[in-house]
C-alpha cells in the first residue's frame, strides 16, 4: 500500500532563509509525487508534480523538489523564505494502480519570522 | 468565476441531522473526489468518481453517502451527523489519468454539534 510520510508538522523558518520541508513515501510502483500548498481558509493548490520526467521538478514561487528514487524521498525546498509563503504545505502520492487517488502526508506548516 | 465551487462554506448543525455539502465544476473533467481534513491528519478521501456512473469508496466512507449527478456536479451526504464528522471537506476535480493534477474547491467547514 501506498503511504507518504511529512518529517515535522511544524517548520519556523526566517525571512530570507532556506525552506526544507521533508517528505517520504512508500510505493510498490513507480510513484507520481505531488506538492500541494494551503494557505489559510483557502483550497488546496497545487506547487509541484513528479511524473517520472526530470527528477529535479520546479514549481511556482521559487519552490522545488528533487526525487529521489533511493532514498524514498521528495522533499520540498526554496532557497529564500519570503513571509508570504507562511501556509500549510501538503506531499502526496499517487500511481498508475490507484486510478489517480491521491494518498496525503499529515501536512506540514510552515511559519516565517521577519 | 472559480473552476471548482462548493456550497455551503460553512455550515453548524446538530447531532442526527441529514446534511448535504455540494461540489460543482466548470473544468469539463470526468473525476470528482471527497476529502475531508482534520487537523494532524492531512486529507483522507471518503469517495470518488471516475464518471457518472462509475462511484467508489475511499478510505472513509463509513457514515457518508455520494450522488453525482452529472459530469458536473458530485454532492457529499451524512445521513445522521455525529460529532466526529466535524472537519474540513474538500471536493476535487481531474480529467483522467495517475499523473493529473487535482484541483480542489475552497472547502466547506462542517461543525456537528
Known amino acids: 500500500a501506498q503511504s507518504v510520510t511529512q518529517l515535522g508538522s511544524h517548520v519556523s523558518v526566517s525571512e530570507g532563509a532556506l525552506v526544507l520541508l521533508r517528505c517520504n513515501y512508500s510505493?510498490?510502483?513507480?510513484?507520481?509525487l505531488f506538492w500541494y500548498v494551503q494557505y489559510p481558509n483557502q483550497g488546496l493548490q497545487l506547487l509541484l508534480k513528479y511524473t517520472s520526467a526530470a527528477t529535479l521538478v520546479k514549481g511556482i514561487n521559487g519552490f522545488e523538489a528533487e526525487f529521489k528514487k533511493s532514498e524514498t524521498s521528495f522533499h520540498l525546498t526554496k532557497p529564500s523564505a519570503h513571509m508570504s509563503d507562511a501556509a500549510e504545505y501538503f506531499c502526496a502520492v499517487s500511481d498508475g494502480n490507484q486510478g489517480g487517488k491521491l494518498i496525503f502526508g499529515q501536512g506540514t506548516e510552515l511559519s516565517v519570522k521577519p | 468565476d472559480a473552476d471548482v465551487t462548493q456550497t455551503p462554506r460553512n455550515r453548524i448543525t446538530k447531532t442526527g441531522k441529514r446534511i448535504m455539502l455540494e461540489c460543482s465544476q466548470t473544468?469539463?473533467?470526468?473525476?470528482m473526489y471527497w476529502y475531508r481534513q482534520d487537523p494532524g491528519l492531512g486529507l483522507r478521501l471518503i469517495y470518488y468518481?471516475?464518471?457518472?456512473?462509475?462511484?467508489n469508496k475511499g478510505e472513509i466512507s463509513d457514515g457518508y453517502s455520494v450522488s453525482r449527478q452529472a459530469q458536473a456536479k458530485f454532492s457529499l451526504s451524512l445521513e445522521s451527523a455525529i460529532p466526529n464528522q466535524t472537519a474540513l471537506y474538500f471536493c476535487?476535480?481531474?480529467?483522467?489519468?495517475?499523473?493529473?493534477?487535482?484541483?480542489f474547491g475552497p472547502g466547506t467547514r462542517l461543525t456537528v454539534l
Open positions: 468518481s471516475f464518471d457518472v456512473k462509475d462511484i
Open positions: 473544468k469539463g473533467h470526468d473525476r
Open positions: 510505493s510498490s510502483v513507480p510513484p507520481y
Open positions: 476535487a476535480t481531474s480529467r483522467q489519468g495517475a499523473g493529473d493534477t487535482q484541483y
